[in-house]
């Protein structure tokens, strides 16, 4: 069971339990979070839950994400150009979903191919996979790239 942080003053400012750091926009936790297993971080994220504390909220539309998170004041865009690994995930995803959809309907209908409404099923999932995965890969993408950091660093 995770410890519960402390909860901030003015929940607007900061959401529960971050709060400012000096001189600076962003938040910090209050308290020190423990890190996560992998398992529970990776079914955290596909869950679309902040890795770290499991706090929902994290996706205040399909595509637009809170920073940081309310809970645990986890920063998620690190730096800039930190979502190419997710933008690299979801790729990954939507190719691998046209390569199944082309060649399942290929081996369904082989002797007589459908070119035709192959090449279309196949442009309309390689279209709509990417938007409806792309949560789901930013998620993942934090919560792998927080597992392979050094056991040394912290989990910030």
């Known amino acids: 069971m995770l410890p519960v942080p402390r909860r901030c003053a003015n929940r607007r400012r ?30 955290r994220a596909l869950l679309l839950r902040c890795p770290r504390c499991g706090s929902t909220g994290i996706f205040t539309w399909r595509l637009a994400m809170t920073d ?42 082989w002797p007589d191919v459908a070119w035709t409404a192959i090449t279309v099923a196949g442009a309309a999932v390689g279209l709509v996979v990417p938007i409806l995965f792309h949560p789901h890969s930013r998620m993942l993408w934090i919560a792998l790239e927080r597992q392979f950091r050094s056991r040394s660093e912290p989990y910030a």
């Open 14 to 43: 900061a959401g529960a339990g971050a709060r400012r750091e000096e001189g600076g926009d962003r938040y910090r936790p209050v308290m020190d979070w423990p890190r996560p297993s992998a398992r529970t971080a990776l079914r």
């Open 68 to 109: 940081p998170c309310p809970r645990c004041g986890l920063v998620f865009e690190r730096t800039e150009g930190y979502w190419l690994g997710a933008v690299t995930i979801n790729l990954m995803v939507a190719m691998v979903a046209v390569l199944g959809v082309v060649l399942g309907a290929m081996v369904l209908t």
